[in-house]
């Protein structure tokens, strides 16, 4: 069964550092996300991703966050200057269109120290 | 905007027995889906079941049902013959039907449920 894959499943960084975080989506899927679940908290939308260009983000997608989708299939999130609230466990996810549900990958867990 | 509400933080139940987990949401939206998502220990996020809001039929998948009432913007799950393997915590999540490329899900704060054997 197709799905999801994220890498790496963990990393560890300093504060200040630039991170990039890497999706496999679903390959005929064409909406991508981004999640952040700080830990005992919900997760939290991030971003999307639609016809290579972000369809909406939310207020903590700030400017030291980007996304992009550089080969048509790999889509990265990218954290320029991490701070230690960054720390969170971070899913990419892809759907097949707007009204079909969207698959999650296995995360990637952030730690800024 | 939409908000959802996951009211209980953890329930617990015997393996076999059935439990039901609830939620609530706000929304002015007309058109829109429901869904619960699983988080195991292994942290994955896998999706239990989903619901069209206009259809009426409450959705069902193996021992894992809802009840939908669209007026009270309730939607509780339902898990039959709970297994061990049911012990995550579950994310109660909304999603409007949107005629743009936006279909983002808004998620309640989630119910730990421990399956005991």
């Known amino acids: 069964e197709p799905e999801v894959t994220q890498t790496p499943s963990h990393q560890v960084t300093q504060m200040g550092q630039e991170v990039i975080l890497r999706c496999v989506p679903i390959s005929n899927h064409l909406y991508f996300y981004w999640y952040r679940q700080i830990l005992g908290q919900k997760v939290e939308f991030l971003v999307s991703f639609y016809n290579n260009e972000i369809s909406e983000k939310s207020e903590i997608f700030d400017d030291q966050f980007s996304v992009e989708r550089p080969d048509g299939s790999n889509f990265t999130l990218k954290i320029r200057s991490t701070k230690l609230e960054d720390s969170a466990m971070y899913f990419c996810a892809s759907s097949l269109g707007q009204i079909y549900e969207a698959f999650f990958g296995q995360g990637t867990r952030l730690t800024v120290v | 905007a939409q908000t959802v509400t996951q009211s209980q933080p953890e329930m617990s139940v015997q393996e076999a027995e059935t439990v039901t987990l609830s939620c609530t949401y706000d929304?002015?939206?007309?058109?829109?889906?429901l869904f619960w998502y699983k988080q195991p220990p292994s942290r994955q996020m896998i999706l239990v079941i989903r619901?069209?809001?206009?259809?009426?039929q409450n959705a069902t998948e193996n021992r894992f049902s809802v009840n939908f009432q669209k007026a009270a913007k309730s939607f509780s799950l339902k898990i039959s013959d709970s297994q061990l393997g049911d012990t995550a915590m579950y994310f109660c999540a909304f999603m409007k039907r949107a005629t743009g490329a936006n279909s983002k899900l808004t998620f309640g704060k989630g119910i730990t449920l421990s399956v005991r054997p």
């Open positions: 619901q069209e809001a206009y259809k009426q």
């Open positions: 929304t002015s939206e007309n058109n829109y889906y």
